[in-house]
């Protein structure tokens, strides 16, 4: 059968189903699934072999549903019952599919959410005062962010433990050699686990707040298909200090979704000599529809080319999904801060990423004490105009900090 075939008879014969109205419900409607969100954060969804939005869907509609999974990261049946009481004694805890029914047809135009309120199944859920912006993390991620939804959209590739949005440091000249991460290591690949070790994790109204000590991204082995690190670092999986993390979807004087992530660093321990300490505070991971990058010239107020020392812009072409990240440059920092932009693999869904950072670096730092350091960084979220009406406002509030 040509794949135009089949996709038509997926839609016409799966993606219906009828509710108690009569009326046709879309069980794959971006308000329940998300491909990418779907085959990444179920493991074995992986594993069947649905890699792809096709066979994704084909898998939700026949195994997902009734099996209970998450297929987006800000809805889940299983929660959603658990958060309804007069939704679990109508179908029941195990009525998964009618519970979907109910949200598509009654629940979402009632404003209901379709999380569990202090996290359910190892998946912890905050939105903000709307319930636009949905921000999840994961147990199997270390608690690092692993989904991003606004407007019914993910925004997050999270395929493997070294995406995500999160925080991570390396040292010079060792890179990926001495390389702590919150989400986990290298190893820890498509498995359900993660080297981080979570320390405490809340998750409540419009914050997020975790610790956890994060996994060594190589470790001194040798890794097929990887150059070996030095002899004798890192032989340890996890990085034994902390790094602690609160995000709140609200920016002081921001009326635009948004982040405030503030990320606290501790260095800690024994290090090889090192010349130069680089904290990511944080890299946002974002799927393959953020193709187009741009920086806001603040002097001027307009999106220009790609620039290291103005705020990163990414949106997809049409405009209506867009993120754009502002930290001042007078934090901690020994040489200037900067925002860094990557592609990562841009051959399937699953892999293809469009990757910011924000980096701040200290010189060598006396050995054998104890250095803690904070950053806020301020996550703009919405269309392309959202976006640059919101870094608008927060370069305006910190004007002090961008001159001279
Ligand atoms: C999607 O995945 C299925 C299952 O592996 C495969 O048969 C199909 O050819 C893929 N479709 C596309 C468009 O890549």
Not at 206 to 214: C, H
């Amino acid at each position: 059968m040509t794949e135009f075939i089949m996709n038509w008879l997926f839609g016409v014969l799966f993606a219906v189903a009828v509710s108690v109205t009569g009326a046709a419900v879309d069980l794959t409607s971006p308000a329940v699934f998300n491909a990418i969100f779907y085959i990444t954060a179920n493991v074995e969804v992986w594993h069947a072999g649905a890699r792809n939005v096709t066979s994704a869907k084909y898998h939700w509609l026949h195994h997902g549903i009734d099996e209970g999974l998450q297929a987006c990261g800000s809805f889940h049946s299983a929660q959603y019952i658990r958060r309804y009481s007069d939704v679990e004694k109508a179908h029941g805890l195990h009525g998964y599919r009618q519970a979907i029914e109910h949200y598509l047809t009654t629940g979402q135009h009632e404003h209901r959410v379709g999380y569990l309120e202090g996290g359910y199944g190892g998946r912890w859920t905050v939105s903000d005062a709307h319930h636009k912006l949905f921000v999840s993390a994961s147990a199997r991620m270390g608690a690092a962010i692993d989904s991003l939804v606004w407007n019914n959209h993910e925004f997050i590739n999270s395929i493997d433990h070294g995406r995500e949005l999160q925080m991570a440091f390396n040292i010079l000249p060792y890179g990926g050699c001495f390389n702590p991460t919150e989400a986990g290591g290298r190893y820890d690949g498509l498995s359900t686990q993660t080297n981080s070790k979570i320390q405490s994790v809340h998750a409540s109204g419009i914050t997020l707040s975790t610790t956890v000590w994060p996994a060594f991204w190589f470790r001194a082995v040798n890794y097929i298909g990887e150059k070996p690190c030095p002899g004798g670092m890192n032989t340890e999986n996890t990085y034994r200090h902390p790094f602690s993390k609160k995000v709140t979807l609200e920016c002081p004087g921001i009326s635009q979704s948004c982040l405030h992530f503030r990320s606290t660093f501790t260095i800690a321990g024994v290090f090889p000599h090192y010349t130069m300490l680089q904290m990511v505070a944080p890299a946002g991971y974002l799927t393959g529809d953020f193709t187009v990058w741009r920086s806001y010239d603040y002097s001027s107020g307009h999106l220009v080319a790609y620039h290291t020392k103005m705020p990163v812009v990414l949106s997809s072409p049409d405009k209506h999904f867009a993120m754009g990240v502002f930290a001042s440059p007078k934090q901690d920092t020994d040489e200037d801060m900067y925002y860094g932009r990557f592609v990562l693999s841009k051959d399937k869904i699953t892999a293809d990423t469009n990757k910011w950072n924000v980096v701040f670096r200290k010189h060598t730092l006396p050995a054998g004490t104890t250095h803690v350091f904070n950053y806020d960084t301020y996550i703009c979220v919405g269309t392309l105009n959202d976006v640059t009406a919101c870094l608008k406002k927060l370069t305006q509030a910190h004007h002090a900090d961008l001159v001279g």
